[in-house]
Each structure stands twice: as C-alpha cells, then as structure tokens.
C-alpha cells in the first residue's frame, strides 16, 4: 500500500495549525501590530526594485550577519548561522544531533515546534511539566538530565505560551550539567532586558537563538542562532544551500539599518503590555500571568466558549485550553495597537455578559 511507506509517526501528527485571520483583529500569532514608517517602505521598493531575481541569493550573507552583529550586540568571537525563521533553525539543530535514540529535553507547556521538530527527526522528545504557577520545577529538570542524557535542551526565555522568564540561575545550573548543547531561545528578547546573549561563551554547550518574527518582520523569515564556532559550524553544514531569499536579506538589510523603528514599536507594545494586562485582570472572573513577552496568557471560566465568543465578534486570539493540562481555560492574546486591545477587551466584556 503506498500509504505504508509514510511514518506513523508522522501519520499521528496534527499539522501546525494557522486558522484564517481574513477580516479579523489578529491577535493570535504575536506579530507587531505596526507597519514600517512611509519612508522606509519607500526605500524598501527602491531597494527591491534594483535586485537580479534571475540570480541565486547570496549563499552566506556576510554584510547581513555584520548588521545583525551589530544590531543585536553579538560578541565577535561567538560563530552565526542564520535560518529562514528560527523554526529552520530548531529543525537544523535538531538534525545535526538526532542519533538513533538520541533526546531532546524541554518543558511543558513550551513552544510547540520543540515537540514537533522532534518527532520530524526522529528523536524522542521529553517535556518536564513546569510548577502550576509556570515556574520552573528545578529539581525534575536536572533528574531528568540526569535520566535521559539529553543531545539537546530547548528553553525559551521568555517561555511561550506562558510568557514568563524562567529562573536564570537554574538555567546556568542546567547549562553546566547538560551532557550535549542546550538552546536558549530568546524569540521575544524585543520585550524583555534579559538575555544569556551576553553570557554566550562562558559555556562550551550554550547557543543562543533569536528571530526578527517578533520585532515587526515576520513577513521575512530570519532567525540566528549564536554561539561556539565549533558547535555552530557544525550545525551549518546541515542548512539548505540558500536558506536566506534575496528578498529577505534585502528587506533585512533596508529595516534592520533603521533598527530603532523598530525598537521603538517594541517599546510601545511594552507600555500597551502593561495597560493591557491592568485593566484585563480588572475583569471578574479573569486571571491574568505576568509577561515579559509580547503576549498575555489569562484564565477564564469555559475559555472555548469565551475564544468562540470572541471570534465570532472578529477578533481571533489563541486557545489553550486543550494545549496541556496545566493550561486548561487559558487563552492567549497579542499585544495589538491600543485601539485593537481596546476591541478585545469590549467583544470579551460582552462575551461574558
Ligand atoms: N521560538 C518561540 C519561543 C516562538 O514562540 C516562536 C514563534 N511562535 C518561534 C521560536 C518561531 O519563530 P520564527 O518566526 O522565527 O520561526
């Protein structure tokens, strides 16, 4: 039967799902609700207009790591390879290591893909539950270290979906007893002060992993991932010959030379962060997490009633409920424009009217 020769495990997997967001307050993917300043859209296409398209991009995008270098304060010694968003760059990672039998250790609830990209190359992948309040539980992640033996270790600082960062001294600690390389990953360092970039090569095992998704160019696909020029140069050998389209480095180029644009919207969605979860947990019946990420994940009686309440009056945020255990009735929303979270928080009043 040709439907033999597809893995089962791969038969037993649900497609990550994107849900249509035509028409709708899009608060469900943690993209930056703002578009680029006129002028730089305009140097954008003088830009894009000027490139050979008949050509190969450039295969190993120097000036683009030199901006980014710059830009992200990256230390001179530590190596970067780049990928077409930091998802490729998990799926590299993990195939650079993915012996037979071989593990990936997280927690759980985390970001999805870990789980996923796991089963893709198939490794066994093993998520320690994270305490009822989201923080870390120490003690079952260094058992569990010990246990497995893990090739890999992803951590998102801030976690996705819960938005908190977890403790860095038991990270470090994690860091020195890993047997193989652990991930940092720093998706949603726009948001926050705190990063392990700094701290990249006090650690032979460290690699730090960061995305432009997050910071107003989710549109391109760039992540990087920093660290050991041994390790790294390794993973780069699995990475697809032009990984990096032309567009995406040209557009790269162009928005990441005005990086305070940017950086400037981060720090608005920040202060929106804030009003946001105030008068979100002023609400009766809702329990907001803190968040040191462009999101908030909140509590709330029958949240699948609630989350079709809410799309039914067009604004799509992200269910969790049947995500883990632990996120029964949480929901999840984006940061948006004031005017978007103030949509939010008038369809969920009247929701739960
Ligand atoms: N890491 C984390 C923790 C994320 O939440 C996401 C996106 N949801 C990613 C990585 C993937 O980002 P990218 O767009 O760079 O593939």
């Known amino acids: 039967m040709l439907k033999d020769c597809i893995r089962e495990e791969i038969k037993a997997l649900s497609a990550y799902a994107v849900p249509s967001a035509e028409g709708m307050v899009k608060l469900d993917a943690m993209e930056n609700p703002f578009v680029l300043p006129d002028d730089l859209r305009t140097a954008m296409a003088r830009r894009l207009s000027s490139l050979e398209v008949n050509r190969y991009p450039e295969a190993n995008p120097e000036a683009l790591k030199t901006l980014l270098r710059q830009t992200m304060g990256i230390h001179p010694a530590a190596a970067l390879v780049l990928g077409n968003g930091s998802d490729e760059l998990i799926q590299m990672i993990a195939l650079t290591v993915a012996k037979p039998g071989a593990v990936i250790l997280g927690v759980e609830p985390a970001f999805v893909m870990f789980r996923m990209i796991a089963t893709f190359v ?71 002060d705190r990063s392990f970039l700094p701290r990249l090569l006090e650690y032979p095992n460290l690699l730090v992993m960061r995305t ?65 979860a ?33 799309r039914h009056r067009g604004i799509l945020i992200k269910n969790l409920s049947a995500a883990h255990p632990l996120l029964a009735d949480c929901l999840r929303v984006t940061v948006g424009t004031s005017e978007e979270n103030q949509r939010f928080l008038d369809a969920l009043q009247d929701t739960l009217r």
């Open 278 to 310: 105030r008068q979100l947990s002023a609400i009766a019946g809702v329990t907001v997490y803190p968040s040191d990420a462009n999101f908030l994940l909140f509590r709330v009686a029958q949240a699948p009633r609630i989350f079709d309440g809410l």
């Open 212 to 276: 432009v998704s997050k910071l107003g160019l989710a549109g391109i696909r760039l992540g990087f991932l920093s660290g050991p020029a041994g390790i790294v140069n390794q993973i780069d050998k699995v990475r697809l010959p032009y990984n990096i389209s032309m567009l995406d480095q040209a557009v790269a180029m162009e928005v990441l030379a005005h990086g305070e644009v940017l950086q400037t919207q981060a720090d608005l969605i920040r202060q929106q962060r804030r009003v946001l």
């Open 122 to 192: 198939g490794m066994r992948f093993v998520g320690v539950p994270l305490k009822a309040d989201f923080t870390l539980d120490g003690p079952a992640l260094l058992s569990a270290l010990e246990r497995e033996k893990p090739a890999l270790v992803f951590l998102a600082y801030p976690n996705n979906p819960t938005g908190n960062h977890f403790d860095a001294g038991v990270l470090e600690e994690v860091i020195r007893r890993a047997p193989g390389l652990v991930v940092i990953d720093e998706a949603y360092f726009p948001f926050t």
